[in-house]
């Protein structure tokens, strides 16, 4: 089968991978219909992060082709979202709500496993795993919404729970990449009455607004606090949602947190000089990390499906896997937001 192939620093290539078969009763194939390139994708192309060499990408949507013994829900024919990682669902993390750190799960397309950015997966412990989309004759937009949901919205979404977002609040959203804007949507989800959004760019700003962002600030470190403080009246906002990962992104998200708030950390942290000792002195709470996509996914599905939410349009670059290496250098260089893989017909 063709699938993106990590070949190190600024190199992704398209090639060839074994079709995937089943190898455990509890597992499923599923034809990939989307798939998708994440920021943390970067990471890896980018040489921060390290990865194995081979097979790449975590979000996908597809079709069951096939199902292990044990599998009696989803079935073959059956559209699914998967979430980046997955678990058994009997873990005591699973049954925390964690799903995300289950103790016999892992993540899709490290390197060894099937990634999302291919034509086929196999999907281990499938029944808890994956997410069955009712059936319907979807439209490419709404395909993307159900996309979405598998990695960046969850993730945004994350960060708005782990901050503890309530009805009324005011919140700040550091970050515009997809996850920021999942948060923007996700602090709306959870009734926040002002939501700024930390953002330079017009599109994304745009799109920030469409969302429900209430306020845009564009500028940067000490003058994104400034101009957050003057907008609360010198006060700060309820929650800071930290959504990029970065020491000036970490550092902004504390200063822009009133005394008693929270911040929900979700952005991968590269941070080298951060200190605990800037939320200790304001009292601030943190929590955050890697989202139990799972546990969201189909709350998130509803919203999509009930209209109150149109997450697709965070793909502003759609092609094909051909063009795998645009995908990569179009987000590299901020000429997109996402990326979006069309791989076959739902």
């Known amino acids: 089968m063709k699938a993106a192939l990590f070949k190190g620093k600024g190199h992704i290539e398209l090639g060839e991978r074994p079709l995937p078969t089943i190898k455990e009763p509890s597992d499923a194939i599923v034809r990939v219909v989307m798939g998708c390139v994440c920021g943390s994708d970067l990471w890896y192309y980018r040489g921060i992060n390290p990865h194995k060499e081979g097979s790449i990408g975590h979000e996908f949507i597809g079709v069951v082709e096939e199902t292990g013994k044990d599998v009696k829900d989803p079935t073959k024919g059956d559209l699914v979202i998967?979430?980046?990682t997955f678990n058994d669902d009997t873990c005591p993390n699973c049954k925390a709500g964690f799903q995300s750190q289950c103790n016999h799960g892992g993540a899709f397309g490290n390197g060894d496993?099937?990634?999302?950015?291919?034509?086929?997966?196999?999907?281990?412990?499938?029944?808890?795993?994956?997410?069955?989309?009712p059936t319907g004759d979807y439209s490419e937009d709404m395909l993307a919404s159900f996309l979405s949901l598998s990695?960046?919205?969850?993730?945004?979404?994350?960060?708005?729970?782990?901050?503890?977002v309530k009805e009324g609040d005011t919140v700040a959203v550091v970050g515009d990449g997809a996850v920021g804007l999942g948060a923007v949507m996700g602090a709306k989800l959870l009734g926040a009455k002002r939501i700024i959004a930390l953002s330079r760019n017009p599109d994304r700003q745009k799109l920030a607004k469409e969302f429900g962002a209430t306020d845009i600030v564009e500028e940067r470190g000490d003058g994104a606090v400034k101009a957050v403080m003057?907008?609360?009246n010198d006060v700060g906002a309820d929650a800071a949602l930290e959504c990029v990962g970065t020491d000036e992104s970490i550092g902004t998200a504390a200063a822009i947190v009133r005394p008693g708030g929270m911040i929900g950390a979700v952005g991968f942290p590269t941070y080298k000089e951060f200190e605990y000792r800037t939320l200790f002195w304001k009292n601030i709470g943190i929590r955050g990390g890697v989202a139990p996509a799972r546990q969201y996914i189909p709350m998130l599905l509803e919203?999509?499906?009930?209209?109150?939410?149109n997450p697709g349009k965070i793909f502003d670059?759609?092609?094909?896997?051909?063009?795998?290496?645009?995908?990569?250098?179009a987000m590299d260089e901020r000429r997109a937001i996402k990326s979006l893989l069309k791989v076959s017909e739902p």
Do not use: C, M, W
């Not at 670059?317 to 250098?329: M, P």
């Open 230 to 232: 003057e907008l609360t």
């Open 82 to 84: 998967a979430p980046f």
């Open 317 to 329: 670059l759609r092609t094909d896997l051909d063009n795998i290496k645009e995908a990569y250098v």
């Open 151 to 164: 990695d960046v919205v969850s993730t945004g979404y994350h960060a708005v729970v782990s901050a503890q």
């Open 303 to 309: 919203a999509v499906l009930n209209g109150k939410i």
């Open 113 to 133: 496993t099937d990634g999302g950015q291919g034509e086929y997966v196999r999907v281990p412990y499938a029944a808890a795993t994956l997410v069955k989309v």
